[in-house]
């Protein structure tokens, strides 16, 4: 018993480079055909996501790089690809922002009430209602949108017209449907605010206890605690957080190309119908079941804009993120 | 002088304790500000909703002020603070609820076995369903999982047991991420892509569906399968070992059933997740009226789809038929993802493994 029980650790040569781990062996159980097989059908996979991560990228680019000389027809009637995709890119990034305005102090506070303020039992229950917000399908957010929301916020628009009108935000005039880009922006903002709120409230929970505590003991209320303790440790992974729900929020589609009626131009205007900006994403699935021949290119060169945009913002977000890890 | 037994009557003496609301003062002044929000909205003749704004601006203004001329000014500001936080919390809850009951009031009409049963081939107006879709989402679905599931695995067992530490792994999980933030639009946009190399241009085919959200769904799989052989104890390896097992074994035989809980639980919220989505099947699936239980040829409609197009491009005489189908899928699919989600966590909560703690 004994002499099997120490002969079998073949592996205590200290696995590879970071060696502190003593289970890793590198796969070199000496020659077993199993082992190899194994190994290699991991190692197989992993490296296919590589591969399809990279495919994503030059499919893209082989596909949509030949409408870069499109113009007129095959660029929907604008003068070059950029007349087209640039309002489209336009409309991307003001419906991301507007959701990002909303969501971020929305998302912080919902954290904070699920690491902080709820009692602990509670606030387990509050996370899987969050959670509940980010289960349910797009789609049906875009069905709400349009069918709930928009007509609701008709009133508030029409406030905001006449009172606000001297912005050029607020122009109008206001559509019966409510089918505006200031909705487009709430919907995407209820969308990314579970996203926001879930890496904020991991982060806020690990405040180191005893920074809360001495605050708390020095005689600070419960709001200079958080001031004073929890948001300058979590500082780099609230940024993180809205990077990676402003990820969301730009590719967003379904609620979008519902909620928001097709167009191309450049507007600020939020409330208003006529002049609202489409997003690349929402126009794609608008346009591309009837689009043919180089249409469909100048369609997948929209989609590559919107991947470099996305891959750019959760590049950056997760390598915060993981700054931010090594430092805490 | 020495005054020990009179203190408390002295003037000039330090209070022991600051002066604060009293215990009820919060209950008190939410039911003062429901009250004035009340009155108000009765005064000028406004709606429910403006009387929560009014009772709500009245809470926020009131409590702070009563504090601020009782405890002091930062006794208020943390009043404030604590209000508004809660607030925030209970604004995020008005999209939930107002969706769901929105979702089940107006889908719940509609739902009957001939809902369930028919198609929408040959229907103009009443008498459509949403079988082909159901269908269809479930063959694009299993296959998707079909794809992901072992692969997302197999990358999270490489991630954990023969990666650590190299630099490949490193590149691995930030891309993982990376990938997790991929638009779900790019990823059918991909799949087009894909497939037109292929098949030639125009094509639409379920099984592209269930490649497009393979990709979408590999990197949930392999986070969360990540996360739950974390969780496995080293001893259980080290023991492993100690026996003779080859390596292998010891991941088919020890880690992964210990794990097998959560990688479930991951699974089937992965599952969930990609059930809902339209964007890339609205690309390379299609959609047709008709059922189609072949995802190698022809299109495929499943229900996020039929929800899109029954509402984007109805027949003109019937669009209010069409709303109908579209909430009755929605109320259908909402529920499907729901009990997923229910599922997962159940599957969770009871397969846990016991921590030795």
């Given at each position: 018993?004994?002499?099997?029980?120490?002969?079998?650790?073949?592996?205590?040569?200290?696995?590879?480079?970071?060696?502190?781990?003593?289970?890793?062996?590198?796969?070199?159980?000496?020659?077993?055909?199993?082992?190899?097989?194994?190994?290699?059908?991991?190692?197989?996979?992993?490296?296919?996501?590589?591969?399809?991560?990279?495919?994503?990228?030059?499919?893209?680019?082989?596909?949509?790089?030949?409408?870069?000389?499109?113009?007129?027809?095959?660029?929907?009637?604008?003068?070059?690809?950029?007349?087209?995709?640039?309002?489209?890119?336009?409309?991307?990034?003001?419906?991301?922002?507007?959701?990002?305005?909303?969501?971020?102090?929305?998302?912080?506070?919902?954290?904070?009430?699920?690491?902080?303020?709820?009692?602990?039992?509670?606030?387990?229950?509050?996370?899987?209602?969050?959670?509940?917000?980010?289960?349910?399908?797009?789609?049906?957010?875009?069905?709400?949108?349009?069918?709930?929301l928009a007509l609701n916020l008709v009133p508030v628009y029409n406030w905001m017209g006449d009172n606000l009108g001297?912005?050029?935000f607020f122009e109008g005039p206001v559509p019966n449907s409510g089918r505006t880009m200031m909705t487009?922006?709430i919907?995407?903002?209820?969308?990314?605010?579970?996203?926001?709120?879930?890496?904020?409230?991991?982060?806020?929970?690990?405040?180191?206890?005893?920074?809360?505590?001495?605050?708390?003991?020095?005689?600070?209320?419960?709001?200079?605690?958080?001031?004073?303790?929890?948001?300058?440790?979590?500082?780099?992974?609230?940024?993180?957080?809205?990077?990676?729900?402003?990820?969301?929020?730009?590719?967003?589609?379904?609620?979008?190309?519902?909620?928001?009626?097709?167009?191309?131009?450049?507007?600020?205007n939020l409330i208003t119908a006529?002049?609202?900006?489409?997003?690349?994403?929402?126009?794609?699935?608008?346009?591309?079941?009837?689009?043919?021949?180089?249409?469909?290119?100048?369609?997948?060169?929209?989609?590559?804009?919107?991947?470099?945009?996305?891959?750019?913002?959760?590049?950056?977000?997760?390598?915060?993120?993981?700054?931010?890890?090594?430092?805490? | 002088?020495?005054?020990?037994?009179?203190?408390?009557?002295?003037?000039?003496?330090?209070?022991?304790?600051?002066?604060?609301?009293?215990?009820?003062?919060?209950?008190?002044?939410?039911?003062?500000?429901?009250?004035?929000?009340?009155?108000?909205?009765?005064?000028?003749?406004?709606?429910?909703?403006?009387?929560?704004?009014?009772?709500?601006?009245?809470?926020?203004?009131?409590?702070?002020?009563?504090?601020?001329?009782?405890?002091?000014?930062?006794?208020?500001?943390?009043?404030?603070?604590?209000?508004?936080?809660?607030?925030?919390?209970?604004?995020?809850?008005?999209?939930?609820?107002?969706?769901?009951?929105?979702?089940?009031?107006?889908?719940?009409?509609?739902?009957?076995?001939?809902?369930?049963?028919?198609?929408?081939?040959?229907?103009?107006?009443?008498?459509?369903?949403?079988?082909?879709?159901?269908?269809?989402?479930?063959?694009?679905?299993?296959?998707?999982?079909?794809?992901?599931?072992?692969?997302?695995?197999?990358?999270?067992?490489?991630?954990?047991?023969?990666?650590?530490?190299?630099?490949?792994?490193?590149?691995?999980?930030?891309?993982?991420?990376?990938?997790?933030?991929?638009?779900?639009?790019?990823?059918?946009?991909?799949?087009?892509?894909?497939?037109?190399?292929?098949?030639?241009?125009?094509?639409?085919?379920?099984?592209?569906?269930?490649?497009?959200?393979?990709?979408?769904?590999?990197?949930?799989?392999?986070?969360?399968?990540?996360?739950?052989?974390?969780?496995?104890?080293?001893?259980?390896?080290?023991?492993?070992?100690?026996?003779?097992?080859?390596?292998?074994?010891?991941?088919?035989?020890?880690?992964?059933?210990?794990?097998?809980?959560?990688?479930?639980?991951?699974?089937?919220?992965?599952?969930?997740?990609?059930?809902?989505?339209?964007?890339?099947?609205?690309?390379?699936?299609?959609?047709?009226?008709?059922?189609?239980?072949?995802?190698?040829?022809?299109?495929?409609?499943?229900?996020?789809?039929?929800?899109?197009?029954?509402?984007?491009?109805?027949?003109?005489?019937?669009?209010?038929?069409?709303?109908?189908?579209?909430?009755?899928?929605?109320?259908?699919?909402?529920?499907?993802?729901?009990?997923?989600?229910?599922?997962?966590?159940?599957?969770?909560?009871?397969?846990?493994?016991?921590?030795?703690?």
């Open positions: 018993m004994a002499g099997t029980v120490q002969e079998s650790p073949t592996e205590p040569d200290p696995g590879g480079p970071g060696g502190s781990v003593v289970t890793t062996d590198d796969g070199g159980s000496t020659g077993r055909v199993g082992d190899r097989v194994f190994a290699g059908l991991s190692v197989g996979s992993a490296v296919l996501i590589v591969i399809v991560l990279a495919g994503v990228a030059i499919f893209l680019l082989e596909q949509g790089l030949p409408a870069l000389g499109n113009s007129g027809e095959s660029a929907y009637g604008k003068d070059n690809i950029w007349a087209y995709v640039g309002p489209l890119l336009f409309g991307t990034l003001l419906a991301a922002l507007i959701a990002m305005i909303i969501a971020t102090p929305l998302a912080i506070g919902v954290a904070l009430v699920i690491s902080h303020y709820a009692p602990r039992r509670i606030a387990t229950a509050f996370g899987w209602l969050i959670d509940l917000l980010a289960a349910i399908p797009s789609v049906v957010y875009g069905l709400w949108g349009i069918n709930f001297w912005l050029p487009g922006g919907v995407l903002a209820v969308m990314a605010l579970p996203i926001i709120t879930a890496i904020c409230r991991e982060i806020f929970a690990q405040t180191p206890k005893m920074h809360q505590e001495a605050a708390l003991a020095l005689g600070a209320t419960r709001w200079e605690m958080i001031r004073m303790t929890v948001f300058p440790y979590a500082r780099s992974g609230m940024f993180s957080a809205v990077l990676l729900g402003l990820g969301r929020a730009l590719g967003e589609t379904m609620a979008i190309a519902l909620v928001l009626p097709p167009s191309v131009l450049v507007s600020l006529e002049g609202a900006s489409s997003t690349i994403a929402a126009n794609i699935a608008n346009n591309f079941g009837n689009a043919s021949g180089s249409k469909v290119d100048t369609l997948i060169f929209s989609g590559l804009v919107l991947f470099v945009i996305t891959f750019a913002v959760n590049f950056l977000g997760r390598a915060i993120a993981a700054r931010g890890q090594v430092k805490g | 002088m020495t005054d020990l037994t009179t203190t408390p009557s002295t003037s000039d003496a330090l209070p022991l304790q600051a002066p604060s609301l009293p215990r009820y003062g919060t209950i008190f002044a939410i039911v003062f500000a429901i009250a004035v929000g009340a009155l108000v909205s009765m005064v000028i003749g406004a709606g429910s909703v403006a009387a929560l704004v009014i009772a709500w601006l009245a809470l926020v203004v009131a409590l702070p002020l009563w504090s601020l001329a009782v405890e002091g000014g930062r006794k208020a500001v943390d009043r404030v603070a604590t209000l508004l936080i809660w607030s925030t919390f209970g604004l995020a809850m008005i999209p939930l609820v107002s969706l769901i009951y929105t979702v089940v009031s107006k889908g719940s009409g509609i739902l009957s076995g001939q809902f369930f049963n028919n198609s929408m081939r040959n229907v103009l107006g009443e008498g459509g369903g949403i079988y082909h879709a159901i269908f269809g989402t479930l063959i694009v679905t299993a296959l998707a999982a079909a794809i992901s599931v072992p692969i997302g695995i197999l990358t999270a067992i490489y991630l954990v047991e023969y990666g650590k530490g190299k630099k490949l792994a490193r590149v691995i999980t930030f891309l993982v991420d990376v990938m997790t933030g991929i638009p779900s639009i790019v990823a059918g946009l991909f799949a087009y892509a894909l497939f037109v190399l292929i098949f030639g241009p125009g094509v639409r085919l379920g099984i592209g569906g269930s490649v497009a959200l393979s990709v979408l769904m590999i990197p949930i799989v392999v986070r969360s399968s990540e996360e739950m052989l974390k969780l496995v104890p080293d001893e259980l390896r080290e023991a492993s070992y100690a026996l003779g097992v080859p390596k292998w074994r010891t991941i088919v035989k020890v880690v992964v059933p210990t794990a097998i809980a959560g990688i479930v639980t991951g699974v089937t919220l992965a599952i969930a997740r990609v059930a809902g989505e339209t964007a890339p099947l609205l690309i390379i699936a299609g959609f047709t009226t008709d059922t189609n239980l072949n995802p190698f040829s022809d299109r495929m409609t499943t229900l996020p789809v039929y929800i899109f197009q029954s509402i984007a491009s109805p027949p003109g005489l019937y669009r209010q038929e069409y709303e109908d189908y579209a909430w009755g899928a929605a109320l259908t699919l909402v529920t499907i993802v729901m009990l997923l989600n229910v599922l997962a966590r159940v599957i969770g909560a009871v397969f846990a493994p016991k921590s030795g703690r």
